[in-house]
């Protein structure tokens, strides 16, 4: 099983490029510490700005900011920042995990999911289908 996971992942990893995948990974700075890939929605990655302070709403900027302050990682999001770095619903993920890993390694990838999925729309995932799907994404970081 093993063997046919690594074959999986490394067919997806050479396809074209998607669009709908935004952008891929650059080559993390090794000289900034750990590398870290983000994976997830608009809270994570600063969707809009708060009306008052002006400040980016999402965890990924005060992340990104905290380490490169302090040199302690080199911090990307999942086909960019802001909308552009959309994780979407599972299916979309299944689609885009290897171009979001790209050719690096990471030391550390967080992911959050499900939003999305939940959705009563054209997003919407049965959980059954959701769990199966995470299960997949994740094994495409290892």
Known sequence: M????IAIVGVAAIRA????CGDP???PDAS???????????????CCWDHVSGEPIGYGFYVR???ANHTLGDVQHCGG??????????PHQLQCAAQWVGKYKFDVITYNSGLHDL????????????????????????
């Open 2 to 5: 093993r063997v046919l996971l």
């Open 17 to 20: 490029q998607d669009p709908s």
């Open 25 to 27: 990974p650059v080559q």
């Open 32 to 46: 900034k510490g750990p590398a870290v890939l983000i994976v997830g929605d608009s809270i994570s990655m600063g």
């Open 65 to 67: 900011d905290m380490l």
């Open 81 to 90: 920042w802001q909308l552009g770095g959309q994780a979407g619903p599972t």
């Open 119 to 142: 959705a009563n729309d054209s997003e919407h995932v049965p959980v059954d289908q959701y769990a199966a799907n995470v299960v997949m994404v994740a094994k495409q970081f290892l």
